[in-house]
Nanobody, 127 residues
Framework: VQLAESGGGSVQAGGSLTLSCTYS??????????MGWFRQAPGKEREGVAG???????MYGNSVKGRFSLSQDNARNILYLRMNSLRPEDTATYFC????????????????????WGKGTLVTIAS
């Protein structure tokens, strides 16, 4: 499974960015609609930002609720994260991740439960 994030950059506080995660696999046995966005700032633990379960339920971390929006283009295998009203504390490397199989509950925003990860894209918010 390959995951590739893009769309990171540097913006002023209050601005917006949209991240994209393109995913693909050559393993016909891989089957998952469970995906999540995570972020990690220097010196901090990886944090679940937003995710979608196999049943299509979308969830957000408390720190981004009302500001970030997750969407998915299944036809093109792309997961998006629209980030509005960005704050300096949103500065981090953002990763997308997925698991091999069905997921429910809050699994998509729990880092330890994810099987595959992209390399990340850096988001820097200037105050």
């Amino acid at each position: 499974v390959q995951l590739a994030e893009s769309g990171g950059g540097s913006v002023q506080a209050g601005g917006s960015l949209t991240l994209s995660c393109t995913y693909s696999t050559l393993d016909y046995r891989f089957d998952s609609d469970c995906m999540g966005w995570f972020r990690q700032a220097p010196g901090k633990e990886r944090e679940g930002v937003a995710g979608i379960t196999s049943l299509g339920k979308i969830m957000y971390g408390n720190s981004v609720k009302g500001r970030f929006s997750l969407s998915q283009d299944n036809a093109r295998n792309i997961l998006y994260l629209r980030m509005n009203s960005l704050r300096p504390e949103d500065t981090a490397t953002y990763f997308c991740a997925t698991i091999d199989g069905f997921c429910s509950g809050d699994t998509p925003i729990i880092a330890d439960r994810m099987d595959y990860w992209g390399k990340g894209t850096l988001v820097t918010i200037a105050s």
